[in-house]
T-cell receptor, first 114, second 110 residues
């Protein structure tokens, strides 16, 4: 069976500092991978998704970037964090077709910007 | 552009009640619809996925129905328990791989 891991669970960063959140999936190969952000009072917003190594689709222009250096590793980064980057970040994966398979989520990272 | 709406935004019921959560979507040309549960401060747990060719899916005390033509889905929870307290979200494929509603926050009071 597949498992998904996200870390860290919580993170407090000052404005202007860099960011790196990591997500890995075990028990499968070539998963589709996703980064979401959930801000207070707002719905779940898709930030990036990837269907393969080095393939990144960006859904929302922002201060963030994503990379997929290995098949089962998805990284969310920023060079300089803004206050508006605060939120709950969730990584997810799905198998096979991108639109007809369930997505499974990690436990999330709570990011607070000071 | 696909949009998903969930009503009500919050719901409080006494333990043991049967309840229905509603989800509507604007573009009926969907492959499937997925229901999730989110506990406070946690990630999402997939509950049920209904393919477009299906009308309902059941898992234990949960039953989800799908009416593509009217752009609606319902999640029925039978004999609710305090452990069912959580936020329930529905999602459908759209312009992005999944478009989510904002969820219904359910409180089941013992």
């Amino acid at each position: 069976s597949q498992t998904i891991h996200q870390w860290p669970a919580t993170l407090v960063q000052p404005v202007g500092s860099p960011l790196s959140l990591e997500c890995t999936v075990e028990g499968t190969s070539n998963p589709n991978l996703y980064w979401y952000r959930q801000a207070a009072g707002r719905g779940l917003q898709l930030l990036f998704y990837s269907v393969g190594i080095g393939q990144i689709s960006s859904e929302v222009p922002q201060n963030l970037s994503a990379s997929r250096p290995q098949d089962r590793q998805f990284i969310l980064s920023s060079k300089k964090l803004l206050l508006s980057d605060s939120g709950f970040y969730l990584c997810a994966y799905s198998l096979l077709g991108i639109r007809n398979q369930p997505q499974h989520f990690g436990d999330g990272t709570r990011l607070s910007i000071l | 552009k696909q949009e998903v709406t969930q009503i009500p935004a919050a719901l409080s019921v006494p333990e043991g009640e049967n309840l229905v959560l509603n989800c509507s979507f604007t573009d009926s040309a969907i492959y499937n619809l997925q229901w999730f549960r989110q506990d406070p401060g946690k990630g999402l747990t997939s509950l049920l996925l209904i393919q477009s060719s299906q009308r309902e899916q059941t898992s234990g005390r949960l039953n989800a129905s799908l009416d593509k033509s009217s752009g609606r889905s319902t999640l029925y929870i039978a004999a609710s328990q305090p452990g069912d307290s959580a936020t329930y979200l529905c999602a459908v494929p759209g312009n992005t791989p999944l478009v989510f509603g904002k969820g219904t926050r359910l409180s089941v009071i013992a």
